[in-house]
Nanobody, 125 residues
Framework: QVQLVESGGGLVQAGGSLRLSCKAS????????MGWFRQAPGKEREFVAA????????YYTNSVKGRFTISRDNAKNTVYLQMNSLKPEDTAVYYC??????????????????WGQGTQVTVSS
């Protein structure tokens, strides 16, 4: 079993930055693809970004390209999401997730085996 705990969320003004962290425990995630998703009130959970086990491949939804950066430190069993130039529409609960196979389509929530509890990000205008 893998436990994922997100942190780093909060309230920020539009144009500001936040860095989310996802700390894993129970098992090393060094061989897993990791992803970030978000869910706003009344909306479906949506893909934000993903990173391959080595960090060599990254994937982003179009709305965050150029503003968000996903990275990982396998020695620390941690994945990060650096979010810059935040917009009010980025407001959501952000979840980190682990795909133990690393082979599923990264944008689909169903392709992940473990999920964190989420951290709230609120961007004020």
């Amino acid at each position: 079993q893998v436990q994922l705990v997100e942190s780093g969320g909060g309230l920020v003004q539009a144009g500001g930055s936040l860095r989310l962290s996802c700390k894993a425990s129970g098992r090393t995630i060094s061989g897993y693809r990791m992803g970030w998703f978000r869910q706003a009130p009344g909306k479906e959970r949506e893909f934000v970004a993903a990173i391959s086990w080595s960090g060599g491949n990254t994937y982003y939804t179009n709305s965050v390209k150029g503003r968000f950066t996903i990275s990982r430190d396998n020695a620390k069993n941690t994945v990060y999401l650096q979010m810059n130039s935040l917009k009010p529409e980025d407001t959501a609960v952000y979840y980190c997730a682990a795909d133990v196979t690393g082979a599923r389509l990264p944008i689909l929530p169903g392709g992940y085996d473990y999920w964190g509890q989420g951290t709230q990000v609120t961007v004020s205008s």
